[in-house]
């Protein structure tokens, strides 16, 4: 399944526009070249409709936001609906502020997303239209415990019910469901924290995945989140004591680069939950 997922991005190549904020932009389109896509990021209103026509999906992050790519970014992503493309939407520190919070509300009520993907505070946020986090972070209050991980699997699923839309949490453990089933990937390293953009990455990914694999959102979607934890592990597995995070950045990226449906079969650490 997740090696199917992985194999049919590379030979599809599809061409991903992203909307994206301008800390990461690089970083993203790099991740896509990485994994045999082609990046495009484009976010003038004057173009964005017709850039999102010639790709095969659509990734939107609202993590530097500004009047006129918010009204770019509707206009993208209801472009992508009229066309049947998969969108991804990553509400970068929705609850951090009013304006990252209408927006990502506004955008969910205009666009319907393929996937949302964000940490459990802006998961908390979008679900109960207002919140708080810790800037683009998680607030600690929120992370998933032991003994909150089956509630925060339950509000997952209804969230996902309730927007038909993907749903993906990360965190220390990763929650992916779309509304009935749900998995917890068990993949990642604390040092996937040490660097801006991972999660930025990781959207940028999941289009790509989802939209060479159509028919199959929810595992492909699954096959990202489980390729990026892999990904860091594999970073971290050649980092020497003289190494540090913008090291791991670049062996990131690589371990993206050389990454196979083989070894993301037989590496990939997930259970339905």
């Given at each position: 399944?997740?090696?199917?997922?992985?194999?049919?991005?590379?030979?599809?190549?599809?061409l991903?526009?992203?909307?994206?904020?301008?800390?990461?932009?690089?970083?993203?389109a790099?991740?896509?070249?990485?994994?045999?896509?082609?990046?495009?990021?484009?976010?003038?209103?004057?173009?964005?409709?017709?850039?999102?026509?010639?790709?095969?999906?659509?990734?939107?992050?609202?993590?530097?936001?500004?009047?006129?790519?918010?009204?770019?970014?509707?206009?993208?992503?209801?472009?992508?609906?009229?066309?049947?493309?998969?969108?991804?939407?990553?509400?970068?520190?929705?609850?951090?502020s009013?304006?990252r919070?209408?927006?990502?509300?506004?955008?969910?009520?205009e666009?319907?997303?393929?996937?949302?993907?964000?940490?459990?505070?802006?998961?908390?946020?979008?679900?109960?239209?207002?919140?708080?986090?810790?800037?683009?972070?998680?607030?600690?209050?929120?992370?998933?415990?032991?003994?909150?991980?089956?509630?925060?699997?339950?509000?997952?699923?209804?969230?996902?019910?309730?927007?038909?839309?993907?749903?993906v949490?990360?965190?220390?453990?990763?929650?992916?469901?779309?509304?009935?089933?749900?998995?917890?990937v068990?993949?990642?390293?604390?040092?996937l924290?040490?660097?801006?953009?991972?999660?930025c990455?990781?959207?940028?990914?999941?289009?790509?995945?989802?939209?060479?694999?159509?028919?199959?959102?929810?595992?492909?979607?699954?096959?990202?989140v489980?390729?990026?934890?892999?990904?860091?592990?594999?970073?971290?597995?050649?980092?020497?004591?003289?190494?540090?995070?913008?090291?791991?950045?670049?062996?990131?990226?690589d371990?993206?680069?050389?990454?196979?449906?083989?070894?993301?079969?037989?590496?990939?650490?997930?259970?339905?939950?």
């Open positions: 399944m997740l090696k199917e997922c992985l194999e049919n991005m590379r030979a599809r190549t599809p991903i526009h992203s909307i994206t904020n301008y800390v990461t932009v690089n970083d993203c790099n991740v896509l070249l990485a994994c045999g896509c082609s990046p495009v990021m484009a976010d003038d209103i004057r173009e964005v409709e017709e850039i999102t026509a010639i790709s095969n999906g659509l990734n939107i992050n609202i993590g530097t936001l500004n009047h006129s790519t918010i009204s770019s970014m509707s206009a993208a992503g209801k472009k992508a609906n009229v066309l049947g493309l998969p969108v991804v939407l990553d509400p970068v520190g929705a609850g951090a009013t304006l919070t209408e927006t990502a509300l506004m955008l969910m009520n666009v319907h997303f393929t996937v949302i993907k964000g940490n459990i505070s802006e998961m908390k946020t979008l679900v109960s239209g207002s919140g708080a986090t810790k800037g683009v972070d998680a607030d600690l209050a929120d992370l998933i415990t032991d003994a909150t991980r089956a509630a925060a699997v339950n509000s997952a699923k209804a969230f996902a019910r309730k927007t038909g839309a993907i749903i949490i990360t965190g220390t453990v990763d929650i992916v469901t779309d509304g009935t089933t749900a998995y917890a068990h993949n990642g390293h604390p040092m924290s040490k660097i801006t953009g991972t999660g990455m990781l959207s940028a990914m999941t289009a790509a995945y989802v939209a060479a694999n159509p028919d199959n959102a929810l595992e492909a979607t699954l096959a990202a489980c390729a990026m934890g892999l990904c860091g592990e594999k970073a971290h597995a050649r980092m020497s004591g003289t190494d540090g995070n913008a090291t791991f950045k670049i062996y990131l990226i371990a993206i680069y050389n990454l196979y449906g083989k070894t993301l079969k037989s590496g990939a650490q997930y259970e339905i939950c």
